[in-house]
């Protein structure tokens, strides 16, 4: 069974740009998380996705990040004018209805220069 | 708000000795906790989770944690480590959200190196 996969593994783009990062999930797990690790520091939180919806976007940082997941399985994490600060590995997750534990994907690594 | 502190930056320890690593929370309730691992270039592995009743909880590759409420601590800890277990360690603590979800919120990590 495949895991959760995430495309590109790495993006580099200009300061200013627009960008997707794509998320597969685990077939039939309806919760989807995408956190944001920088440098030196642990995953943070983004946007939890339940089925369609997105359920909680508290994390994400202003309101050049969107993300959407409109048939409840693959999401795009989007981010425009990207800045430098935005540079940080983004990371996927997924788990079934009602558990706990999240699965991981590798992570996109984005590098804004 | 939910937060979690790991208090060692970098950890060396001689291959078949014991690890602890250690990890305290801060959450209003009952926490939901989890140890991920990290290897280079890989995703976070789940190690182990608690979210009630034996406070001592067994995970893969030979790991242990306990809780302790009175201490707000959920150490991990390993008898005897292999040089395949230098990684990246992550405590973190699970909230609920709207929609059954689980948010983490994660400590900044433990860099684990293992001498031969």
């Known amino acids: 069974g495949a895991g959760v996969s995430q495309t590109p593994s790495n993006k580099v783009t200009e300061k200013g740009k627009y960008v997707e990062l794509r998320c597969d999930p685990i077939s039939g797990h309806t919760a989807l998380y995408w956190y944001r690790q920088s440098l030196g520091q642990g995953p943070e939180f983004l946007i939890y996705f339940q089925g369609t919806g997105a359920a909680d976007d508290s994390g994400l940082p202003n309101d050049r990040f969107f993300a959407v997941r409109p048939e409840g399985s693959v999401s795009t994490l989007k981010i425009q004018r990207t800045e430098r600060g935005d540079s940080a590995v983004y990371l996927c997750?997924?788990?079934?209805?009602?558990?706990?534990?999240?699965?991981f994907g590798q992570g996109t690594r984005l590098t804004v220069v | 708000a939910q937060s979690v502190t790991q208090p060692d930056i970098h950890i060396t320890v001689s291959e078949g000795a014991s690890l602890e690593l250690r990890c305290n929370y801060s959450?209003?309730?009952?926490?939901?906790l989890f140890w991920y691992v990290q290897s280079p270039g890989q995703g976070l592995q789940l190690l182990l989770k608690?979210?009630?009743?034996?406070?001592l909880v067994q995970g893969i590759k030979g790991f242990e944690a306990e809780f302790k409420r009175s201490q707000s601590s959920f150490n991990l800890r390993k008898p005897s480590v292999h040089w395949s277990d230098a990684a990246e360690y992550f405590c973190a603590v699970g909230a609920r959200l709207t929609g059954g979800g689980n948010k983490l919120t994660f400590g900044t990590g433990t860099q684990l190196k293992v001498e031969l």
């Open positions: 959450y209003g309730a009952t926490p939901y």
């Open positions: 608690y979210f009630s009743g034996d406070t």
């Open positions: 997750a997924s788990s079934p209805m009602g558990h706990t534990e999240a699965f």
